[in-house]
């Protein structure tokens, strides 16, 4: 869904999954597989110095690309839905993914581990990371010439 909702609306997201969207639309690679390989330095990290939020991050990765390979598989290229029932389907189907994730306390991967350690640590709140590297990714995406 984000391969045909987010360029055709002139929408983008923000964190790793933001910088995955401007490279899957640059190298016409699947965002999953993007997003799947961005995480790799992100996840090596996080195993070197938290092994719980490691586990829980692969899990929360895992299950993120997952959903996104199942929506676009089921959703959009077996049952060939409209755009707005691809569109509940995908807020259905992450919605559900989030909630589980949120209660495992787990990180669907992206910068969020990042996000965890700098806030435990008392370096930035994760709220505070998240607008600066979403701000970021935003500005680069407005920048790049991927909509002509």
């Given at each position: 869904?984000?391969?045909?909702?987010?360029?055709s609306s002139n929408l983008s997201d923000g964190g790793l999954?933001?910088?995955?969207?401007?490279?899957?639309?640059?190298?016409?690679?699947?965002?999953?597989?993007?997003?799947?390989?961005?995480?790799?330095?992100?996840?090596?990290?996080?195993?070197?110095?938290?092994?719980?939020?490691?586990?829980?991050?692969?899990?929360?990765?895992?299950?993120?690309?997952?959903?996104?390979?199942?929506?676009?598989?089921?959703?959009?290229?077996?049952?060939?839905?409209?755009?707005?029932?691809?569109?509940?389907?995908?807020?259905?189907?992450?919605?559900?993914?989030?909630?589980?994730?949120?209660?495992?306390?787990?990180?669907?991967?992206?910068?969020?581990?990042?996000?965890?350690?700098?806030?435990?640590?008392?370096?930035?709140?994760?709220?505070?990371?998240?607008?600066?590297?979403?701000?970021?990714?935003?500005?680069?995406?407005?920048?790049?010439?991927?909509?002509?």
């Amino acid at each position: 869904i984000y391969e045909i909702l987010l360029p055709s609306s002139n929408l983008s997201d923000g964190g790793l999954i933001g910088l995955a969207m401007i490279s899957s639309y640059i190298s016409n690679i699947e965002l999953s597989y993007i997003y799947l390989f961005m995480n790799l330095p992100i996840l090596i990290w996080v195993y070197k110095i938290d092994k719980p939020l490691f586990k829980k991050s692969i899990f929360g990765m895992l299950s993120f690309t997952i959903c996104v390979r199942a929506i676009n598989y089921f959703g959009i290229e077996m049952m060939e839905l409209p755009i707005y029932l691809t569109i509940i389907f995908s807020g259905v189907i992450l919605g559900f993914n989030f909630f589980y994730l949120g209660k495992l306390k787990a990180s669907f991967g992206g910068i969020s581990p990042i996000a965890i350690k700098l806030d435990e640590w008392g370096i930035m709140k994760m709220s505070k990371f998240y607008l600066y590297s979403d701000v970021i990714v935003l500005i680069l995406f407005s920048n790049a010439e991927i909509y002509s």
